[in-house]
C-alpha cells in the first residue's frame, strides 16, 4: 500500500464524513505553488494568510489593555505581551497545519467530530466573538475617525459600515489583493509606532528589563487583571479558525513531501508575522510606559491617550500618528473578521450564502449595540462596550483552542502529521494556561 492511499486509509478511520466542500470556495487552491526555484521562491508563495492571521493580534481592544499595561506599570508587562505572543505563535502554526493535512479547517472539524448540539453551541459561540471583535473594530475606526477628523461618535459608527464595500471589491479582485492590501496596512501602523518611539526616547535598558518576567505580575491583582486582558486580547479565538482555512488558498502537491513543506513555510509566515504583532503590541506598551507612566498619569481610553502625546511628546505628529494607525488597525481587523466569519458559519452549518450578504449580517450585528451605545452614553460607554467584547472574547478561547489542539494530537485524524510528544505536552499546557487566566479573568472583571 502506498504511503498516500495508507494515510487515506487512516483518515477515513479518523473522521465521521467525506470531506466537504472547502470553505471560502472562491479561492480555495487558487494560488499556485513553484514546484521548482530556490527556498526563498516556495516561501515567498506561502507568504500572506499569516499577516491576515496577524491582524487580530493588533485589534483596538488591544490598544486598550496595552495603553492601561504601560501608563500603570510602566514596562513590567512587556514579558506578557512576549508570552502571549510566543502562545499564540504555536496555536497558530497548529491552526495552519490542520487545515493544510486534512483539507478542512477548524470549524468543519468540529462539525465532524462532535454531536450536533455541541457543533451549534461552537458556532453561536464562535459568533459572538466575531461580533466582540467586530465590535472592537468598529468603536476603534469611529474613535480614529472621531480624532482625526472631528466626526463625531455615532456617524463614525454608521461610517464604519462602508467598509464592507471595500472588502467586497478586495475579494472580488482575487486573494492577493486581500493580502497585500492587509500587509500594506500593517507596514502603515508599525511605520507610524515606529516613529512614535523615536520621538518618545524610551530606555533601551528598561525595556530589555521589562521582557523578564516579574513575581509582581503574579502578587498584584490589578496588574495581573491586566496581564490577564493583554492575554486575552492577544490570542483571538476565530483566528484559529482563520487560518486553518486560508493556508488552503495554496495549490500545494498533496503529497507527504508536498504538505511537509506546506507545513513548514505556513508556520515560518504565521511565525514571521507575529513577530510584527509583538513589535506593535509592545510599541503601544513602551509608548505609554515612556511618556503617560513617568507622569502618573492612567490611560485606559484611547481618546485619552491621542490628547495626551502631543502635550507630552512635545510635537502634534504624535497624535496624528496615533490616530493614523488606530484608524489603519481597525479598517484591518474588520477585513479578517468577515473572512472568519464566512469560513465559520460554511464550515460548522454547511451553509452557504453570498459574501456580501454573510458580511453584512455581521456588521449589522455588531452595529446595532455600537449605535445604541454611542447614542446614549457618547465616548465612556463606547470605552467599556470596548473592554467588554474583550472579556467576550476571552471567554470563547478555550472553546476554540481544546477542539484545535485535540484534533492535531490524534493520529487517526492527522496520520504521519500528528504532534509530537513535546508539541502535544505543550499545547495542552498553553490551553491550560489560557483556560485558567480566563476564568480568573471572569471572575475578576465581575468582581470589579
Known amino acids: 500500500m502506498s504511503s498516500n492511499s495508507e494515510q487515506e486509509a487512516i483518515h477515513k478511520l479518523g473522521w465521521h464524513q467525506k470531506r466537504d466542500q472547502p470553505s471560502l470556495t472562491e479561492v480555495y487552491r487558487s494560488m499556485p505553488v513553484p514546484k521548482k526555484g530556490n527556498w526563498l521562491r516556495k516561501f515567498m508563495a506561502f507568504v500572506g494568510p499569516g499577516y491576515l492571521v496577524a491582524v487580530g493580534y493588533m485589534d483596538p481592544g488591544n490598544w486598550a489593555t496595552d495603553l492601561a499595561g504601560g501608563s500603570m506599570f510602566g514596562y513590567t508587562l512587556l514579558s506578557i505581551v512576549f508570552i502571549s505572543n510566543i502562545m499564540a505563535m504555536v496555536l497558530q502554526s497548529l491552526s495552519g497545519k490542520l487545515g493544510i493535512v486534512t483539507g478542512r479547517d477548524l470549524a468543519q472539524a468540529c462539525r465532524d467530530h462532535y454531536s450536533k448540539p455541541i457543533s451549534y453551541m461552537l458556532w453561536i459561540l464562535c459568533e459572538l466573538a466575531i461580533i466582540a471583535c467586530d465590535l472592537a473594530e468598529l468603536i476603534g475606526t469611529a474613535i480614529a475617525l472621531n480624532l482625526l477628523f472631528g466626526i463625531p461618535l455615532l456617524y463614525g459608527v454608521i461610517l464604519t459600515a462602508l467598509d464592507v464595500l471595500l472588502i467586497l471589491l478586495l475579494q472580488n479582485k482575487g486573494f492577493r489583493y486581500i493580502e497585500a492590501f492587509v500587509i500594506s496596512l500593517i507596514a502603515l501602523i508599525g511605520g507610524c509606532f515606529l516613529i512614535e518611539l523615536l520621538l518618545a526616547q524610551p530606555s533601551i535598558y528598561q525595556i530589555a528589563q521589562g521582557f523578564i518576567p516579574k513575581k509582581e505580575i503574579i502578587t498584584n491583582p490589578t496588574m495581573l487583571y491586566i496581564a490577564i486582558g493583554i492575554l486575552g486580547a492577544t490570542v483571538m479565538p476565530h483566528n484559529l479558525y482563520l487560518h486553518s482555512s486560508i493556508v488552503q488558498t495554496r495549490k500545494y502537491e498533496q503529497t507527504e513531501y508536498g504538505k511537509r513543506q506546506a507545513i513548514r513555510f505556513a508556520t515560518l509566515d504565521s511565525t514571521v508575522a507575529l513577530f510584527f504583532a509583538l513589535f506593535i503590541n509592545a ?48 479598517q484591518n481587523s474588520t477585513l479578517t473578521g468577515t473572512l472568519a466569519g464566512q469560513i465559520v458559519m460554511e464550515g460548522f452549518l454547511n451553509f452557504r450564502i453570498a459574501p456580501w450578504l454573510r458580511r453584512l449580517i455581521t456588521r449589522l450585528l455588531a452595529i446595532t449595540p455600537a449605535i445604541i451605545v454611542t447614542a446614549l452614553y457618547g465616548a465612556k460607554g463606547t470605552m467599556q462596550l470596548l473592554v467588554l467584547s474583550q472579556v467576550v472574547l476571552s471567554f470563547q478561547l478555550p472553546f476554540a483552542v481544546i477542539p484545535l489542539v485535540q484534533f492535531t494530537s490524534d493520529r487517526s485524524k492527522m496520520g504521519i502529521f500528528t504532534n509530537s510528544n513535546w508539541l502535544k505536552w505543550l499545547s495542552w499546557f498553553i490551553a491550560l494556561i489560557i483556560i485558567v487566566l480566563n476564568i480568573i479573568l471572569l471572575i475578576q472583571t465581575f468582581h470589579h
Not at 286 to 309: C, E, N, R, W
Open 283 to 330: 510599541a503601544i506598551l513602551i509608548l505609554a510606559a515612556a511618556t503617560f507612566h513617568p507622569m502618573g498619569k492612567v490611560v485606559d481610553d484611547i481618546s485619552q491617550a491621542y490628547h495626551l502625546l502631543a502635550p507630552l511628546i512635545g510635537t502634534s505628529l504624535a497624535s496624528i500618528l496615533f490616530g493614523l494607525a488606530l484608524l489603519a488597525s481597525g
